[in-house]
T-cell receptor
């Protein structure tokens, strides 16, 4: 089954404790991206990747890192989480770029205390 | 000014009603336009792409007005199952970046 998976789905952590949210797709897609969704603000793009080893900042990259060492994986790293990073996070992928259908993962709910 | 703006609603309509949503975008160079649907904080899913000539998919019709920089979505004969948040999505920066509107909430009631 073609899908985007994210782990963990739910996470409660404390300020400053490094964490990684994994994202994996099995559709051989070139384009992957991360979003956060907050009430009243909609989805905001954190980082995107056009291909392996090619990443770029979205609208809200501060406090986040990403890597794209393999085509299928695009982990999101929070080196030192803070309470303002409490949010719902979505990973997405598409075949070639943002001008095509985006397939989203199920989301990761993060609470930073 | 937000890059993509939508009326947040909620739009409360009876079953069978016709409802229309608008969305405005700020970048006249934007090339690709979409409507996504999101159910109750689940992942968004593509509803339809929006083409310059307008396009229809069953009860759903999307229109693009480049001169005025807005996109519309028309839903005819609303069903209870249409209740969701509808997200307007536009590409920016030469098509490399996607920008989502905050969404319009639709509630269809019997």
């Amino acid at each position: 089954e073609a899908q985007v998976t994210q782990n963990p789905r739910y996470l409660i952590t404390v300020t400053g404790k490094k964490l990684t949210v994994t994202c994996s797709q099995n559709m051989n897609h070139e384009y992957m991206s991360w979003y956060r969704q907050d009430p009243g603000l909609g989805l905001r793009q954190i980082y995107y990747s056009m291909n392996v080893e090619v990443t770029d900042k979205g609208d809200v990259p501060e406090g986040y890192k990403v890597s794209r060492k393999e085509k299928r994986n695009f982990p999101l790293i929070l080196e030192s989480p803070s309470p303002n990073q409490t949010s719902l996070y979505f990973c997405a992928s598409s075949a070639l770029g943002p001008g095509e259908t985006q397939y989203f993962g199920p989301g990761t709910r993060l609470l930073v205390l | 000014r937000k890059e993509v703006e939508q009326d947040p609603g909620p739009f409360n309509v009876p079953e069978g009603a016709t409802v229309a949503f608008n969305c405005t975008y700020s970048n006249s160079a934007s090339q690709s336009f979409f409507w996504y649907r999101q159910d109750c904080r689940k992942e968004p899913k593509l509803l339809m792409s929006v083409y310059s000539s307008g396009n229809e998919d069953g009860r759903f019709t999307a229109q693009l007005n480049r001169a005025s920089q807005y996109i519309s979505l028309l839903i005819r004969d609303s069903k209870l199952s249409d209740s969701a948040t509808y997200l307007c999505v536009v590409t920016f920066e030469y098509g490399n970046k996607l920008v989502f509107g905050a969404g319009t909430i639709l509630r269809v009631k019997s």
